[in-house]
């Protein structure tokens, strides 16, 4: 019988309004190409930049999201524009957002 050959399994994608609490993701591309998407865009949220989702409404709409070094709040029908795959577990901090530290660890720095 042959063996078969493990093949490496891809990150799925999703939306941003789907990304987990607290596990950061990086953005694919943002679909539209209207004001909205032009806005996300001037707000950094372009593909590459790694985005964590830091909490959510009780009924879950809005968001917010920390990117760039700050916190950013979107609707559901924004962040649903935003395609993104989830970051893996070894990268490094430097990686995931572009070599800028933390806002939360340079809080606790102060």
């Known amino acids: 019988m042959p063996t078969q050959i493990p093949t490496p399994t891809s990150t799925p994608e999703t939306t941003l309004d789907l990304a987990p ?34 909490r959510r409404a009780p009924l879950g709409d809005p968001s917010v ?20 795959v989830e970051i893996e577990a070894g990268a490094g901090r430097g990686e995931r957002d572009g070599g800028r530290q933390n806002a939360r660890a340079r809080a606790a720095l102060r």
């Open 21 to 54: 609490i607290g596990r950061p993701v990086r953005v694919v591309s943002i679909t539209g190409d209207d004001g909205v998407a032009r806005r996300l865009a001037d707000l950094g949220v372009r593909p590459g930049i790694a985005v964590e989702c830091l």
């Open 65 to 84: 999201f920390e990117l760039c070094g700050y916190q950013l709040c979107l609707r559901r029908s924004e962040s649903a524009r935003v395609r993104v």
